[in-house]
């Protein structure tokens, strides 16, 4: 019988104190949907009343989230010290959420009552058991995060227990038990929750909220999990403050894949690598390539040495089967990479390749990554690269010239382009304004080929990633484009490299349109 | 009496295997220099004899670097299987390397051995044993990696035993327990190094090596250390395949500012921050801000409630001093500051605001930051939005016009840019062709003003990074452009924000100049 852990949501309000980062209404909207579609057990949306932002989230929450897994939790704090709890503003606007769960911040930390709040620690005490009994009072379930525990607990362990108990006997569901500023060890966390769930036992569920500042979020969480929590909070991609929260995309799969325990609802474990990418695409922020079980580069294979093993034995360097968590195995080519590497991509792509083809390419790939292009991150031109050396020539369109004047004058901006083409023996010269020079450029072409291409109709960019390379020598330095299209049935991404921005804009976007018009649905 | 823990620091080896990274020899030389200064106790260099750029490396450490603190080590493997050892290749390159220290991987798992090697468990035993016996006999200090090691020993602990006492009995210094496909977790680290300790006792020094694939590569490395392990690899970080290697950065503050070990001689922790970044730096590949202990967001402190707090009790949310480790506490100011934050800032620039000019920041940020902008990034723009604020302006210059034009004509780029400014009563225009648009507009606004303020000849750009916001608009999309210059003294980032990468990056470039000339020394 495996034990089930109740995994809690924060992306939307701890998640969102990433520097950088900021989402409207809909974004939050959009997310929330997502960790549904996960199967989290909850999530939290924020401080309802905060500000009007969160005002109208809660208000569009409560008309237009219908959840299907999911409980949606208001977050809040406890009464203000000597306040009254029925004119308490915080927990006014908890009751006026209109969720079934609230979630408080409570202080149980003793120095943090009487140096923060400059109050006793009866009246710390008395905080917590007023807010929770008012809160059941209104039928609401009642989860308290104990701010500060960990250091609170090293201190000064009485009050740290007087706090617990004050939720406990008057009826909170769950104590959460915080890391807040992120500095506690594994062994620490084990220790104390364990001394906790003695102290407590199974009256109430304890919980556990870490923050990464030693690195070590995730693995305290799994530690709390040992010492007998059986909820725990944090964020997707670890998103959160200063070094971010406890990353639920890893703890899930560790706690679910690794161990005897269950996070999510049947079948719900294979959507984290997508729910965790459209999440990141909402709020505008990538996902670390790096990022255990979802990121790109998880499952990734590169040295030579390795490449060749993963081909006799697969968990020799995949810990887990990647589908499990709906990512997949993938081969890197690189400058490094040797024939066999060619030929499984060849194979891959239903291209034949013969031996010179084979030795074409990797001299192409060593010259043009030593350039500063990479073909890890532009598949579509690696394909075009390796057709090419088979003998492949498109004969879509050819370009003549392109001219892209900007000027300011009195603080205006204008930019136009000029793309003249040959497509068969039809000569066609289109000029485009654009907001920018690449808008500019791709609105002139796409008018140019598209004529004779409807095809071209359906396909748009959907992504432009610039990098500078060497930044060392600033403007004069190089400059790699990635461009991202899409044809509504499959994506793909191309890549130009100049010390010319525009330049390397140029080559990406024909490649683009190129592979566009070569694998457009028939 | 605190413990020492070695670290060993594979960053030029396992490190470069990390997705689009490459490094040339200067940057590995650069790379080794900054290890010594941070004090680490080995230093791996890579395979010698393995391709030109490691034969290369090797025969310029041998002359060009001299280490004052660190030990250099040549990697490699044992003996082939039914191979001789005084006719092996790869111990031929390590002894060949010239270093009084080498690091050999070995297999320690019995089905590597017999699946991967195909051969028997006698040879896999005797590979070890022969491979220790002739690098020592050649006045080798030998460190044995053994590859695979906790997924052998959970299979067949008896082969993995034999393996370590092969290396140990012809008298390897160190065994290294290698987690290679990362799917360790550290309760499973702790008591498998805990096993070995018993078994080995203190006759060899247990090392530990782990990826992070599990998100758990520091809290493992640490589990390794209660376990018994003194010496620990992994590069500074994290750099390296998949999800990357235990990362150093922060396992050594982790080991020695919140435990009883030392890792680095007296004085050099304060140096982990800049020895990070500046390897990041010489692979072109920025430390992720919310890295631990050297991140920028590490000790950053943006949430109202958080900015209000940390006046009070700095601890509260900041788990050691970050100057321990050459950090710093920094205030960021985004569209959620208050005014104690602006305040804060302020002072700290000696710019003296009134009420009404605080509220008049704040309502810029809020505009600006909602285009686009986003100054928790360029505190130089930031200066100048407050000194504006404060009723400043200034008089360098005025620019008049400006014009680039960039046009292909038959393969070839051509880029020019002219640019009309007013210093004081004098009228000036120049063209400049640029090898970029940036770098075009540059020269010539550098040109056009440069006449009447000398100083702008010690000024220069380092850094140009360009974000496509809101890539779902892809080239329509709001480009972000954050410019970094110096002037030898101090670095300054500014930014600018449109729809137009050339007008962004046009803004950016302004305030660059007149941030320098404004703080130029006198």
Chains 1, 2 share one sequence.
Not at 175 to 181: A, G, P, R, Y
Not at 183 to 205: K, M, T
Not at 412 to 421: I, L, P, R, S, Y
């Amino acid at each position: 019988m495996s034990t089930p852990v109740e995994i809690f949501d924060t992306t939307l309000r701890d998640g969102l104190q990433v520097e950088g980062v900021t989402a409207t209404v809909e974004d939050k909207l959009r997310i929330a949907e997502q960790l549904d579609h996960l199967g989290v057990h909850f999530i939290e949306g924020g401080w309802p009343g905060a500000n009007p932002k969160d005002i109208e989230f809660f208000a569009r929450a409560a008309t237009d989230l219908s959840l299907t897994t999911s409980t949606f939790v208001a977050f809040g704090s406890t009464r203000r010290p000597r306040g009254k709890v029925d004119e308490d503003q915080t927990l006014q606007h908890l009751l006026d959420a209109n969720t079934s769960a609230v979630c408080i911040v409570a202080k149980s930390s003793d120095d943090h009552v009487t140096e923060a709040l400059k109050t006793t620690l009866d009246e710390g005490s008395a905080m917590i058991a007023d807010s929770v009994e008012f809160l059941l009072a209104h039928d609401r379930q009642v989860l308290v995060d104990m701010e500060h525990f960990f250091d609170g607990f090293k201190a000064n362990p009485e009050f740290s227990f007087r706090a617990l108990e004050a939720a406990v006997v008057k009826g909170a569901s769950h104590v959460v038990l915080c890391d807040t500023n992120g500095g506690s060890l594994p062994h620490e966390v084990e220790d104390i929750v364990r001394q906790v769930h003695a102290h407590v036992g199974n009256d109430v569920v304890i919980g556990i909220h870490c923050h990464d500042d030693t690195g070590c979020a995730v693995a305290n969480s799994m530690a709390a999990v040992r010492g007998g929590a059986r909820h725990v909070q944090g964020t997707l991609n670890g998103l959160g403050e200063r070094t971010g929260n406890a990353n639920l995309t890893s703890i899930i799969p560790n706690l679910q894949l690794k161990q005897d325990y269950t996070c999510l609802p049947e079948g719900r474990i294979e959507r984290l690598t997508v729910v965790s990418h459209r999440v990141a695409e909402t709020l505008n922020r990538a996902v670390d390539p790096q990022a255990p079980y979802v990121g790109s580069s998880a499952f990734a294979h590169k040295a030579g040495l390795h490449v060749s093993a993963i081909a006799r034995a697969k968990d020799a360097y995949e810990h887990v089967d990647p589908a499990a968590v709906g990512n997949g195995t993938r081969f890197v080519v690189s400058e490094m990479a040797g024939r066999a590497t060619i030929q499984m991509k060849a194979d891959d792509l239903g291209i034949e390749l013969d031996g010179p083809a084979i030795n074409g390419v990797i001299d192409d790939l060593k010259r043009l990554e030593h350039e500063g292009y990479h073909f890890e991150a532009a598949d579509a031109s690696l394909e075009l690269l390796m057709r090419r050396a088979a003998g492949w020539q498109h004969d879509f369109f050819e370009v003549e010239s392109m001219r892209l004047i900007t000027d300011e004058l009195g603080d205006v901006f204008n930019t136009e382009a000029t793309v003249k083409v040959r497509v068969g023996d039809e000569r066609h010269v289109f000029t485009a304004e654009g907001n920018g020079p690449v808008n500019a450029i791709d609105t002139a072409l796409r008018r140019a080929v598209g004529r004779a291409y409807p095809a071209l109709a359906d396909i748009h960019l959907t992504d432009y990633k610039v990098r500078i390379l060497d930044g060392g020598e600033a403007t004069g330095a190089v400059t790699r484009v990635l461009l991202t299209a899409t044809n509504g049935e499959r994506d793909w991404t191309t890549i130009g490299v100049s010390a010319n921005i525009i330049e390397a804009s140029w080559r990406a976007l024909e490649d683009s349109v190129v592979y566009g018009l070569l694998h457009a649905p028939s």
